[in-house]
């Protein structure tokens, strides 16, 4: 078990450009979860899965944002013409959901700067 | 309303000295969790310690502890004999409905940079 994997963990984007993050949980926690997080603040919930199922997106999660995981394993978040104000670190988390309350596990994020 | 609140954006601590970060918070929801996390310069969010609000006694874990004051909605964390290597962003963060088994998210509050001093 290797904890929580994203990828990559620093991008350089221009701003308009596309771009897409990958997250690899542990492998038998079932809930997976994308934060957001800006300079200086605490991170922001984007939204939630269980297995392949995207229950729960938060509002900071414009259109331009979409969340995929397919077959209930790996979970992508593309940010489609991306804006400076995307500028952020963004964090995977994952859970079993039979675990105690405190079974959140994170990733080390990707960090993302448009210019 | 601010559901979590760390008023401390700084805190200086000597090497060995007792530390103790504050953290309000804010629900109407009878069954919830408080979290404590540490985030170094590296990014990766590192859980520290939970406290349940069902909870009686509070929670330790090694050198870390929760003050938990439930009538004045306040978590507080202790970190006793502070190291060197407790330098870092540390944030307060509650999860609601946790009774419930439901996947509520985390709500976070804005941090607090502890610097340990040698």
């Known amino acids: 078990d290797t904890g929580v994997s994203q990828d990559p963990r620093h991008k350089i984007t221009k701003r308009g450009q596309n771009v897409t993050f990958r997250c690899d949980p542990i492998s038998e926690h079932n809930r997976l979860y994308w934060y957001r997080q800006t300079l200086g603040q605490g991170p922001e919930f984007l939204t939630y899965f269980q297995n392949e199922a995207q229950l729960e997106k938060s509002r900071l999660l414009s259109d331009r944002f979409s969340a995929e995981r397919p077959k209930g394993s790996f979970s992508t978040l593309e940010i489609q013409r991306t804006e400076q104000g995307d500028s952020a670190m963004y964090l995977c988390?994952?859970?079993?959901?039979?675990?105690?309350?405190?079974?959140?596990?994170f990733g080390s994020g990707t960090r993302l700067t448009v210019v | 309303a601010q559901k979590i609140t760390q008023t401390q954006p700084g805190m200086f601590v000597q090497e060995k000295e007792a530390v103790t970060l504050d953290c309000t918070y804010d629900t109407s929801d009878p069954s919830y969790g408080l979290f404590w996390y540490k985030q170094p310069s590296s990014g990766e969010m590192i859980f520290l310690i939970y406290?349940?609000?069902?909870?009686?006694q509070n929670a330790t874990e090694g050198r870390y502890s929760l003050n938990f004051q439930k009538a004045r909605k306040s978590a507080n964390l202790v970190i006793s004999a502070s190291q060197l290597g407790d330098s870092a962003m540390y944030f307060c963060a509650m999860r609601e409905g946790v009774s419930s088994g439901s996947a509520r998210q985390l709500t976070f509050g804005s941090g607090t940079q502890l610097t340990v001093l040698p």
């Open positions: 988390a994952s859970s079993f959901r039979d675990s105690h309350p405190y079974g959140y596990t």
């Open positions: 406290q349940g609000s069902y909870d009686q």
